[in-house]
């Protein structure tokens, strides 16, 4: 006689306690309703008109696809050579560049765009530089190309790297691996090594974050609103802000969601196509001795630490001391008021981090422990994760339209935004800090007489805190940086660091955008250093 | 006596297998008693364990302890309803508590005011008192081992679930603490079900063992009973090096290259072909230019060596002798039976019974 075949659905002798499932269920409604409402409202929209003209359509897909694919591929070139040389071979100063490889994390990438925008558009800074010292004339140099495709690939590949070196400096910190030392031995060459046992071993790692990249580039407003190449995102803000076509809006949507949902799929696919073979013994690195390459990888590293720290960094700076002219001093904020804008940004994304971390717990467990039934509530529990920012801002305001207006005060809209667009983020990481858990511990606890929920809580919380914070700082660092949900949900009078910086910006006053970017950069070191405590522990 | 845990036709069959992991077993634990579950990996032994603490259901049959249902008919009371300790292969002992914090977890039933108490003797009694305050990674293997028995037997339950507590520790380590477990558990009373694959550990530490293969009890009873009358060939081979002899009845008695036998009681059939189980205590072969066995290997083993002979029959079997009593590989010797208690013989899988034999002769070496 089989026990009941529902226990066994639902995770067996693992299975989390109701408390768990009630909270957890919870969490996937509220998260998937605007998701839902925005699918109906689109596929309710009725007439033609409300679509763009196809040519512009097929522009708008073009521009998307190829800014997505492009910055992932770029991204990953940065990301696994920077993971190469800075673990698997014999740099100097190593702490240093590690640290400097992540810092990116704490750079918006609007911010970069407004850098790069101030000092290479036509007229920029350096233009006006270098005919000021009679070596060009205006117009000498193509700087317009840095508009559209190539800029914001350039901007995004660069802000994006540290989602792929992460992961992959981790998996190659894990120690010598067997199959390169059979190489060698066998007298693999160390390219042949390289392209037949290394990349495969960060194989997983790096398309992982390629994906991610890929996810945030499809979802990306600041950059290429910025730089002025016409996506949907763009398209999507243009329509809801510029001629109020809600119904145009979410029709846009669709396809956003259609390509992310894929992309959600295939990095599914690829998670589960077993990972990279972690040595358990210590054994010391196989690093590459670099000899007269030392000069040539400290040079790369510093070339791209220069384009995506050094350059937004000192320009940022720069403004920051320049003498400003009337009609930029009116779009400026006084320092004091700056501080408070600041102040209040970061305790409310604190809390907000907060909150939503407390939310990713449940769905989280149900994730591994929950059997067939539990993953499918975390994974809707996720659906914020095919929703781009401009688009989950979007369905809360048809929702709250449509007579949600208890949804309408104040604040509300907005930690609800920021909630289902991260909280699939949450979710993700949460998992993998409990994945680092033994079984035998939960069984032990349970052996000994506890319930499952004093087992959660006494046992599995405290050993999964480190993993929590980093989840949090991450989290935090998302946070702060958002940009289109903000812009669109934020209550008069509610202003975030991230508004500051795009309200002047948007209009071309980039020196007004500078002391807002320099205290957000600030505010996400912070965090950064937690992510990188977690990652070097 | 009343058991203290006992299994009745508990099967377990996952959905992803191709067969039952535990076929219809039928168990029996007694107060105080060491049961060893013993088999080769695959055997079914640490699932049989994980049911019995409530880590796993039986898809059918019924598990009781101390005479209550604990698995039965759809209903399964879970882990912490059960009152079973249990010793994990990796001892998982809470990393981020002091050692006297993973016991007192074990207490949480108990009174306050006792648990320190309890929390104290537990350390004594598996001798680690004074590092209560240490934390798990601060502990040797055999350290941890040892809290990880502690924290289970603190709050003296009836019984004691170990899963292969010895494999983690060096060799040398391995005796002394199998004689210190055993000391533990007699003083503590507790009835104890140990999972292993060691035979050798089996047969110092245990009461009783069964014998599991593919999911299947083979056999149960006392080591010596298991060592010395096995019941399958596959238990005779699994307890320890066993080679077989073909024998047949013949004018009155069970003859075999090594020598004759008489039978013990009646042969089934006088017909067939039987094979005596030999260990290798059981013969003794001296040099014998007309022998019936040349060496074919030899292997050092310190206090003696270990030999293999080639019989006329081209059968191989292993013999020993002290490292003083020196034969070189090629050497030509005579091999008989030496020992003068009963030999089991088997048909095909099953044994059929014992038989003596009648000339047994020990090598008198100068």
């Not at chain 1, 196509?273 to 358990?280: C, H, K, P």
């Amino acid at each position: 006689m089989r026990i009941d075949s529902l226990q066994q659905l639902t995770g067996g002798t693992r299975r989390p306690p109701s408390l768990v499932w009630v909270f957890a269920i919870g969490v996937a409604v509220v998260t998937l309703i605007p998701a839902i409402y925005t699918v109906i409202r689109a596929l309710g929209a009725s007439g033609t008109s409300v679509l763009p003209p196809w040519p512009l359509f097929l522009q708008l897909v073009t521009n998307t696809v190829l800014l997505a694919v492009a910055s992932a591929i770029l991204s990953g070139v940065i990301g696994v050579t920077q993971a190469l040389l800075i673990e698997r071979s014999q740099l100097w100063g190593r702490t240093v560049w590690r640290i400097v490889a992540a810092l990116p994390l704490a750079i918006p990438p609007y911010v970069l765009s407004i850098c790069m925008l101030a000092l290479l558009r036509p007229r920029g800074l350096v233009e006006r530089w270098l005919v000021e010292r009679e070596l060009v004339a205006f117009g000498d140099i193509p700087f317009a190309a840095i508009f559209g495709l190539p800029g914001s690939t350039i901007v995004l590949a660069f802000c994006l790297s540290p989602y792929i070196y992460l992961p992959v400096a981790a998996v190659l910190r894990q120690g010598s691996n067997h199959l390169s030392e059979i190489a060698q031995i066998s007298g693999a060459s160390t390219w042949y090594r390289l392209r037949h046992v290394t990349l495969p071993l960060i194989a997983p790692a790096a398309g992982g974050g390629m994906l991610l990249v890929m996810l945030y580039a499809l979802a990306d407003f600041g950059v290429p609103a910025l730089l002025r190449l016409p996506t949907f995102s763009t398209a999507i803000y243009g329509r809801f802000t510029g001629q109020i076509d809600r119904e145009g809006a979410a029709l846009l949507s669709l396809p956003l969601i259609v390509a992310t949902l894929g992309l959600i799929v295939l990095e599914e696919w690829l998670a589960g196509r077993g990972g990279a073979q972690i040595n358990r013994s210590w054994r010391p690195r196989l690093v590459r001795q670099l000899g007269w390459w030392q000069a040539g990888a400290q040079l790369l590293l510093g070339t791209l630490s220069v384009i995506a720290l050094v350059a937004p960094l000192g320009t940022l700076l720069y403004w920051s001391w320049l003498p400003l002219s009337p009609s930029e001093q009116a779009s400026l904020i006084a320092w004091p008021k700056l501080i408070s804008i600041g102040a209040n940004n970061i305790a409310f994304v604190a809390l907000v981090a907060t909150l939503t971390t407390v939310l990713a717990i449940t769905p989280a467990l149900l994730l591994r422990r929950g059997g067939k039934i539990g993953v499918v509530v975390a994974r809707l529990s996720q659906a914020g994760y095919a929703l781009p920012g401009v688009v989950v801002a979007l369905s809360i305001v048809l929702l709250v339209n449509q007579g949600a207006v208890w949804l309408a005060g104040g604040l509300v809209p907005l930690v609800l935004a920021y909630i289902i667009r991260f909280l699939p983020q949450a979710v993700q990481s949460l998992d993998a800090a409990f994945e680092q858990i033994a079984p035998s511990i939960e069984e032990v606890g349970r052996s000994l007489g506890q319930s499952a929920l004093r087992v959660l809580y006494r046992i599995v919380m405290p050993l999964a805190a480190p993993g929590l914070r980093a989840s949090w700082a991450l989290l935090f660092l998302s946070m702060l940086k958002e940009l289109p949900a903000t812009l669109l949900l934020r209550p008069a009078g509610f202003d975030t660091l991230a508004v500051r910086i795009w309200m002047p910006a948007s209009d071309g006053f980039y020196t007004a955008a500078a002391a807002p970017a320099l205290l957000l950069i600030v505010g996400a070191l912070v965090p950064v250093a937690l992510v990188l405590r977690n990652q070097y522990r | 006596m009343e058991a203290v845990v006992s299994l009745t036709k508990v099967t377990r069959q996952p959905a992803t297998a191709s067969h039952a992991i535990v076929n219809a077993l039928d168990l029996a634990l007694y107060p105080g008693e060491i049961l060893v579950l013993l088999g080769p990996s695959g055997s079914g032994k640490t699932t049989t364990l994980r049911l019995i603490a409530g880590l796993e259901i039986p898809d059918s049959g019924e598990i009781t302890i101390r005479g209550m249902s604990a698995a039965s008919r759809g209903k399964s009371l879970p882990p912490e309803a059960r009152r079973v300790g249990m010793v994990f292969q990796d001892y998982a002992l809470f990393p981020h508590m002091s050692v006297n914090d993973n016991i007192r977890f074990a207490l949480h039933a108990f009174p306050k005011h006792e648990q320190a108490t309890r929390v104290n003797e537990a350390l004594r009694l598996v001798g680690l008192n004074g590092l209560g305050e240490r934390l798990p990674h601060q502990l040797s293997g055999g350290q941890q081992q040892r809290v990880a028995i502690a924290r289970a037997l603190a709050p003296e339950p009836p019984v004691i679930l170990l899963d292969e507590p010895f494999s983690n520790l060096d060799t040398a380590l391995r005796d002394h603490v199998r004689s210190e477990l055993r000391g533990i558990l007699r003083s503590a009373r507790t009835a104890a079900i140990i999972v292993t694959h060691d035979q050798a550990e089996a047969l110092a530490i245990a009461d009783r063992i069964a014998l599991l293969h593919e999911g299947i009890l083979h056999q149960i009873g006392t080591p010596e009973e298991l060592f010395a009358q096995p019941r399958t060939r596959f238990a005779a081979a699994f307890m320890g090096q066993a080679d077989f002899v073909d024998a047949r009845w013949q004018d009155g008695a069970l003859r075999c290259e090594l020598g004759d036998l008489a039978p013990v009681g009646a042969l089934s059939d006088l017909t067939s072909t039987y094979q005596i189980l030999i260990r290798y205590d059981d013969i003794d072969f001296t040099h014998a230019e007309s022998g019936n066995a040349t060496i074919v290997e030899r292997t050092y083993e310190g206090p003696q060596y270990h030999y293999r002979l080639q019989l006329a029959s081209g059968h191989i079997i292993n013999a020993k002798q002290r490292h003083d009593r020196l034969y070189g590989v090629g050497d030509r010797v005579q091999v008989n039976h030496a020992a003068t208690h009963p030999l089991v013989y088997f048909s095909g899988e099953h044994a059929h019974g014992t038989a003596v034999p009648l000339t047994p002769q020990r090598y008198d070496h100068a």
